[in-house]
């Protein structure tokens, strides 16, 4: 076990102050674009965090708002390129 006597506390402190300058750093660099384009960062923001939440999934995108199309989205099939490669 470590013995602190003080330090670590700021140390602590001290790391959750950068963190959060960063993040609050991301948010206004974030908001600048959104100011300037907004549809734009909408859209962007929205297709990072589907990337997050589904990417390791396997998955078939459907727009139902495509025109002129069968509302399937085209995508490389990454994960199962490299599993190929792997074997």
């Not at 509302?71 to 490299?82: A, D, M, Q, S």
Request: net charge positive; with cysteine; glycine share 8%.
């Amino acid at each position: 076990m470590v013995k602190c006597h003080g330090s670590c506390v700021n140390i602590w402190v001290s790391s959750k102050d950068v963190v959060a300058e960063g993040q609050a750093t991301r948010f206004v660099s974030i908001y600048s674009e959104y100011i300037q384009a907004k549809d734009v960062t909408r859209q962007r923001m929205f297709l990072e965090t589907m990337e997050k939440v589904f990417g390791s999934m396997n998955k078939i995108i459907v727009d139902s708002n495509s025109v002129g199309g069968q509302g399937v989205v085209p995508y490389l099939p990454l994960n199962e390129i490299n599993k190929k490669g792997q074997r």
